[in-house]
């Protein structure tokens, strides 16, 4: 049997193939069996909804070397604001490294695991004088540290032998700890200069910039396991739908016409989401 020939455990019924197009005959049964796999399973998670403020990031970093006149940074180093600038704001925001940075069993709670979780934030940032024109971006990076504590269960080191991993077939050392997932999202939220007060004075070459990012996150712990499950066969993949050979005139002849666009809709109407025009340019 092929890869892809993969035998369908389904009971096909005996009746005649016109037989069952009727709408009166329900469709055949599947045949539930129980089988094994060796699956990933998760053994806790939780989420969390972190509004990050300059006390949990600290002062934009720089992230990587910037000279532009008397206006230098090296990489790590705090940005400062170039003369002139009255405002930034940050651009391009995204996660460029999540890093594992800890992960031990609860000193306090048996089966938990303690889990230390550092993620790397890389943005752009605009400075902007009064009237308006950018003065220079600037490529900058901030870090934030988090620790969650979740239930693992106990295991032991595990050496396994195969070729799913590395076609060398070497054995790989599963450690009594669980895996690890992590999925986040960071959303720019707000960003200024700040300047230090020194005797009443402020000198505006010496501030910094101070960056809100709201992050989404869940975490997982999980085991590779053998598993008992409930199957009624294999999943059949349905036939590809076929998109290139559709008209576009054909297409936009379909639509409905964008009335809104010609007559936008009030309040109520809008609020209430009875507008089209987030349907056909959304």
């Known amino acids: 049997m092929g890869a892809f020939e993969l035998q369908d455990t389904r009971i096909v019924s005996e009746e005649p193939v016109a037989a069952q197009h009727c709408a009166s005959i329900p469709p055949p049964p599947k045949k539930v069996k129980d089988e094994c796999i060796v699956a990933y399973k998760v053994y806790d998670s939780c989420r969390r909804q972190n509004c990050l403020t300059a006390s949990e990031l600290?002062?934009?970093?720089?992230?990587?070397?910037?000279?532009?006149?008397?206006?230098?940074?090296?990489?790590?180093?705090?940005?400062?604001?170039?003369?002139?600038?009255?405002?930034?704001?940050?651009?391009?925001?995204?996660?460029?490294?999540?890093?594992?940075?800890?992960?031990?069993?609860?000193?306090?709670?048996?089966?938990?695991?303690?889990?230390?979780?550092?993620?790397?934030?890389?943005?752009?940032?605009?400075?902007?004088?009064?009237?308006?024109?950018?003065?220079?971006?600037?490529?900058?990076?901030?870090?934030?540290?988090?620790?969650?504590?979740?239930?693992?269960?106990?295991?032991?080191?595990?050496?396994?032998?195969?070729?799913?991993?590395?076609?060398?077939?070497?054995?790989?050392?599963?450690?009594?700890?669980?895996?690890?997932?992590v999925e986040a999202k960071a959303v720019g939220l707000d960003s200024k200069i700040h300047h230090h007060r020194h005797g009443g004075g402020e000198h505006r070459r010496h501030g910094e910039v101070l960056i809100t990012v709201g992050l989404f996150t869940i975490l997982k712990l999980f085991r590779l396991v053998h598993l008992n499950v409930q199957s009624t066969g294999f999943c059949i993949p349905e036939p590809c739908t076929d998109t290139h050979d559709i008209n576009p005139c054909e297409y936009f002849a379909d639509l409905d016409f964008p009335m809104d666009l010609f007559s936008p809709p009030q309040r109520k109407e809008f609020m209430a989401g009875k507008s089209e025009l987030g349907k056909i340019f959304g």
Request: aromatic share 12%.
């Open 58 to 181: 600290g002062p934009a970093l720089a992230a990587n070397s910037y000279d532009h006149g008397d206006h230098e940074h090296k990489v790590g180093d705090v940005i400062r604001p170039p003369a002139g600038a009255t405002s930034v704001s940050m651009e391009r925001l995204k996660i460029s490294k999540i890093h594992v940075v800890d992960k031990k069993p609860c000193p306090f709670r048996n089966g938990f695991w303690d889990i230390g979780i550092k993620f790397a934030f890389d943005y752009c940032l605009v400075f902007r004088d009064s009237s308006g024109c950018i003065l220079e971006e600037i490529g900058a990076r901030n870090f934030f540290d988090s620790k969650t504590t979740l239930f693992g269960s106990h295991g032991g080191d595990l050496i396994v032998g195969t070729d799913l991993f590395s076609r060398d077939n070497e054995s790989i050392t599963f450690e009594a700890a669980p895996f690890i997932w």
